[in-house]
């Protein structure tokens, strides 16, 4: 049994190792960044990396965890805020702050989930958002024809401004996030022009995102 020991230790540093560097990597250049990049900088070969982690979207899984479970806490803190329309756009807030803060959360965001894991974490998610949307809709502060569905023109377009203006503007994205949440108050709504996107193609539209 002595002699697992160190193989089972030195497989965790390896996958320790694999996801710092997945992070940075990513971080820097991109979730399509070169693997064999991953590996060099982990200081393992790119069979250890396959052997640990056989696809990308596996690697980037373990690269995000800690962020995705960040990102459920914030929905937790948001359903205890007692006002309505604060608890919702705390929430859309915070999580726009912790994406535009991150480069990984900034670029998956509008790609598929990379694992079982992470997709049923953004469904408990959506689980929550939906709560604290119907919660707000119900005392008339959030307009009625808004849909959970919708979050993703805020998230895409959210995206685009960090890429856009991160290094230049840090903070520009909440100028526009506040120019959305004036849209969503349900005193100044006026009707939509078209219904809104369904869940199925909310989804294939992000499976259209993936390289």
Same mark, same amino acid.
């Given at each position: ?37 991953? =590996?060099?900088?982990?200081? +393992? ?10 696809? /990308? %979207?596996?690697? &980037? ?6 962020? &995705?479970?960040?990102?459920? /806490? ?6 205890? &805020?007692? %006002?309505? *329309?604060?608890s919702f756009t705390y929430l859309v807030e915070q999580v726009c702050e912790l994406q535009a803060g991150d480069r990984l959360l900034n670029e998956l965001a509008v790609r598929a989930a990379p694992s079982a894991a992470i997709a049923r974490a953004r469904e408990d998610g959506h689980h929550r958002m939906r709560e604290i949307i119907t919660r707000a809709q119900r005392a008339g502060v959030l307009r009625?024809? *808004?849909?959970?569905?919708?979050? =993703?023109? &805020?998230? *895409?377009?959210?995206?685009? !401004? ?6 230049? =503007?840090?903070?520009? *994205? ?5 120019? +959305? ?15 809104? !996107?369904?869940?199925? #193609? @909310?989804?294939?539209? @992000?499976?259209?995102?993936? #390289?």
């Amino acid at each position: 049994m002595s002699s697992n020991k160190p193989l089972r230790l030195d497989a965790r540093r390896n996958r320790d190792a694999l996801v710092t560097a997945a992070r940075e990597v990513f971080a820097e250049r991109g979730l399509d960044a070169p693997l064999k990049e991953v =590996a060099a900088r982990a200081g +393992v070969a790119i069979g250890t990396l396959y052997n640990r982690f056989p696809t /990308r %979207d596996d690697l &980037i899984a373990a690269a995000v965890e800690d962020r &995705i479970e960040a990102g459920g /806490r914030i929905a937790e803190r948001a359903l205890l &805020i007692e %006002d309505p *329309w604060e608890s919702f756009t705390y929430l859309v807030e915070q999580v726009c702050e912790l994406q535009a803060g991150d480069r990984l959360l900034n670029e998956l965001a509008v790609r598929a989930a990379p694992s079982a894991a992470i997709a049923r974490a953004r469904e408990d998610g959506h689980h929550r958002m939906r709560e604290i949307i119907t919660r707000a809709q119900r005392a008339g502060v959030l307009r009625p024809d *808004w849909v959970l569905e919708d979050i =993703a023109f &805020i998230t *895409w377009a959210h995206t685009r !401004i960090v890429e856009a203006t991160g290094t230049l =503007a840090p903070d520009a *994205w909440r100028r526009h996030l506040a120019l +959305v949440f004036d849209g969503l108050r349900a005193a100044a709504a006026h009707p939509l022009p078209v219904p809104p !996107i369904t869940e199925d #193609q @909310l989804m294939r539209a @992000l499976g259209s995102g993936e #390289q």
